[in-house]
């Protein structure tokens, strides 16, 4: 059966300050995907990066960056310099085989100025 | 604009009563879905569609129901059977019908009390 684990229930960091966001997944399928979304205070949910198993490569993109190991199955999540509007609850999901996403139970950054 | 529209955003009940939450998306996405989130959890899945006129149950579809007459409607019923309704409830799309290739897009959700 897929797994999401954040063990990280809340962080809180001061502005400008860097974090990472730990995901830790569990699935015995070779191909697979992992997502992470945010969802800001308004309650929508943003997509923010979607990574298949076969792509380890790192991802950057602005003040974001994805870090994947396959051998710690671990799909981690870091801001650079964090700021106040990135205060939000973050989710990572993982989709594999025929079944859809099984989400983490979140993990809620405050970013305080 | 493109995107996802739930409605209310906001909606009370009282016991005893069925309420149907809206889904709509114009995005001419083939899979829709429906979520549950409580307070300091996770998303449940509650039942999902691939195809019009076809649908499945997720993790948690007791004491809900769902139709899906068009393609961009996936109206979610909460009956009287479910035990706890109260919730926030997100509605999300993805373009194609496989289920763990594409992205999921999420509406702006449902908060639900029941009084």
């Known amino acids: 059966a897929q797994k999401v684990t954040q063990a990280q229930t809340e962080i809180s960091v001061v502005e400008k300050e860097d974090v990472t966001l730990d995901c830790v997944y569990e699935?015995?399928?070779?191909?697979?995907?992992l997502f992470w979304y945010k969802q800001p205070p308004s309650g929508e949910l943003v997509f923010l990066i979607r990574?298949?198993?076969?792509?380890?490569q790192n991802e950057i993109s602005g003040r974001y960056s994805w870090n994947f190991q396959k051998s710690t199955s671990s799909f981690n999540f870091t801001i650079t310099a964090s700021q106040v509007v990135d205060s939000a609850v973050y989710f990572c999901?993982?989709?594999?085989?025929?079944?859809?996403?099984?989400f983490g139970k979140g993990t809620r950054l405050s970013v305080i100025a | 604009d493109g995107g996802i529209t739930q409605s209310p955003k906001y909606l009370f009940r009282k016991e005893g009563q069925n309420v149907t939450l809206s889904c709509e998306q114009n995005?001419?996405?083939?899979?829709m879905y429906w979520y549950r989130q409580d307070p300091g959890q996770g998303l449940r899945l509650i039942y999902y569609?691939?195809?019009?006129?076809?649908?499945q149950k997720g993790d948690i579809a007791e004491g809900y129901s769902v139709s899906r007459e068009k393609k961009e409607s996936f109206p979610l019923t909460v009956t009287s059977a479910q035990k706890n309704p109260t919730a926030f409830y997100l509605c999300?799309?993805?373009?194609?019908?496989?289920?763990?290739?594409?992205?999921?897009?999420f509406g702006p959700g449902t908060r639900l009390t029941v009084l």
């Open positions: 999901a993982l989709s594999s085989g025929n079944t859809p996403l099984v």
């Open positions: 569609s691939q195809i019009v006129n076809d649908f």
């Open positions: 999300a799309s993805s373009s194609r019908a496989s289920l763990n290739t594409d992205t999921q897009y």
């Open positions: 990574r298949n198993s076969f792509d380890e």
């Open positions: 995005l001419n996405h083939d899979a």
């Open positions: 699935t015995r399928d070779t191909t697979y995907y």
